[in-house]
Every structure is written in structure tokens, then in C-alpha cells.
């Protein structure tokens, strides 16, 4: 199902990993899209706390059983060991489907899996995977995912893979008021960064840096973004600058070539220092801060 907005009250950091609770997001406009997904039995008055369990069955990626055949839900009760013999007769076909596809919703919701860890490394890798694709590609700031808090083990696999795979936001603030400071991380940024695992940094492949220019109360902000992508081919790394936008009150504000040059020339002159570190090339901490006074040098 096509992503919708969500709830908003819940900080970002803390809330990328939750099912949506859909509370912003129009009835009419959650009905549609859960149409459009597959669902057909959805009445025009229908709840919406009703519509909101459907589209979380669909987050989670769950069967519509309502467009299964008689054959096929009969399929899933026996090999799930959820038939209940002598109930069949007694029954109109219509209450007969309604009951097995309610018995069926239950047994998803109540499903458990305890030898997770008898699979073998590759299969644990992949479902690790497929669990961090389902969070949003740009993450603000984010606690680590529940997943890694379950077990050391867990945690030694899945943190990996959630650094290489999502892309992390850093922002940098700066005050035309108190312009001596110069760009500054802000709270949210330094809390991230201070709670990052010991050698995950290197695991990171995508971010992007937020340059916040506060103008005073009677001017609006400046917002200049500029995203990275960070891959390792053959043991070597290859930084690719992927440009740089500016927006002011939500437009998208033209970026002069000057600009653009001033940037790239400070970025390339870190990216150089990077590509020619001896040993095992890969991100650093100190990297973030050096990108840091590469943007703020082009920026003056």
C-alpha cells in the first residue's frame, strides 16, 4: 500500500519503527487506499478503527484472505492446524467464509516463531533486511531498532545492516544573532551521534546534512541539504556527492554555481583525504566533523 501520513506527536526518533495508528489521515482517503490495495470488503460507513486494523494488516504484509477461494482458505486452516471438524454443516457458505477468515486474522495476530535463531546466518541476514527496508528511507535521528535490543547477538547482527541500509540525517544550525558560533550540531544530532555503537559509523552508507540558517523573527529559515551516498567497491571507497538543494519556506530555492563550487571544492578536498587513508578504508567518525568544516568553508 502506498505510504500515507502518520501520526506526528510521537518524536521521530522513536516512533520510524511503530505500525501506523493512520490518526491524521482522512477516513475517505485511508478507505481508497485500502481498496486500491486489494481489499473488496470495505462499505462505504465502515469504522475507521476498522480501517486502520486492514491497513496495519497490509503494513505488515499479511494475506487479504476476503480475495481467497473457499479451496484456498481450506488450504490454510489444514496446514495450519486450525479445523474445526463438524462446524461445517452447520453453516450458510457466506458464514462459513466469514468465520474462517476471522479464525485465520486471529491466528496471524497470535502467531509466534521461537527458533529463530536455529536459522542459519544468511536467512537471519535476509529477514534483518527485509525488517529495516519496512522503515522510512530518510531516518532523523533514530533510537536503534527494538530488534537490537533483544540479545547481544542481535544486536552484533542486525545494527549492521540497519546503518548500511537506511540513510541518517545530521543537523547543523546556524544563528545570523550569534554568527561568532559558527555551524553548530544540534541537540538531536549530538545525542545520535554520542549513542552510536562503538564502530557502526563505519557501517553507515547514506546521509545527508541539514545546514538550518536561523534568520531572525521576521525572516524565514534557510534550509541548504546535502546528500551523500557512500559505497565500498573492491576495498576501496567511493564518496558520490549527490548535489546540493536549498529551500526557504518549503520552495526550492535556485543554488548559484559560485555556490555549488565553493562546497564541492572544501568536500572533495576531505573526500581526498578519505580515498588516500592506508588500511581498511572506511567512514570514521572524525569524517562527519571534517564534512562539517568542509560545508561551513564553503559556505563563507
Known sequence: MAPLPDNTN??????????????????RLLRSRIISAGYKDVSGNMLKAHLV??????????????NCTDQELATFLRERRLERPGTEDSSSVVEWRNSKIRLLCRADA???????????????????????????????????????????????????VFYNLRTFTITLVHHNRH????????????????????????????????MIRR????????????????????AECRYRNKGVAVYQDGRFLPVTQQLVGAIGLELNRVI?????????????????????????????
Not at 486494523?53 to 476476503?66: F, P, T
Not at 529495516?132 to 533483544?150: D, H, M, N, R, S
Not at 587513508?277 to 568544516?293: C, S, T, V
Request: glycine share 6%; hydrophobic share 40%.
Open 10 to 27: 510521537t518524536p521521530a526518533f522513536d516512533s520510524y519503527w511503530r505500525l501506523g495508528e493512520y490518526t491524521d489521515v482522512d477516513r
Open 53 to 66: 486494523v486492514k491497513a496495519q494488516r497490509l503494513d505488515r504484509g499479511w494475506i487479504i484472505y476476503q
Open 110 to 160: 497470535e502467531l509466534e516463531f521461537n527458533r529463530f535463531l536455529d536459522l542459519p546466518a544468511e536467512l537471519r541476514k535476509r529477514v534483518y533486511e527485509l525488517y529495516v527496508e519496512a522503515f522510512p528511507k530518510v531516518l532523523q535521528t533514530p533510537i536503534q531498532p527494538p530488534l537490537a535490543c533483544v540479545s547481544r547477538l542481535l544486536r552484533q547482527e542486525v545494527l549492521p
Open 179 to 210: 554568527v561568532r558560533l559558527g555551524w553548530r550540531m544540534d541537540a538531536d544530532t549530538l545525542s545520535f551521534l554520542h549513542n552510536l555503537a562503538n564502530g557502526q559509523v563505519s557501517n553507515i552508507r547514506s546521509f545527508q546534512l541539514n
Open 215 to 234: 534568520c531572525g523573527p521576521n525572516r524565514s529559515d534557510i534550509t541548504i541539504i546535502c546528500k551523500f551516498d557512500l559505497g565500498i567497491e573492491k
Open 272 to 300: 581526498e583525504d578519505i580515498t588516500q587513508r592506508g588500511g581498511e578504508k572506511r567512514f570514521r567518525m572524525e569524517d562527519i566533523y571534517a564534512l562539517r568544516r568542509a560545508v561551513e568553508s564553503g559556505l563563507q
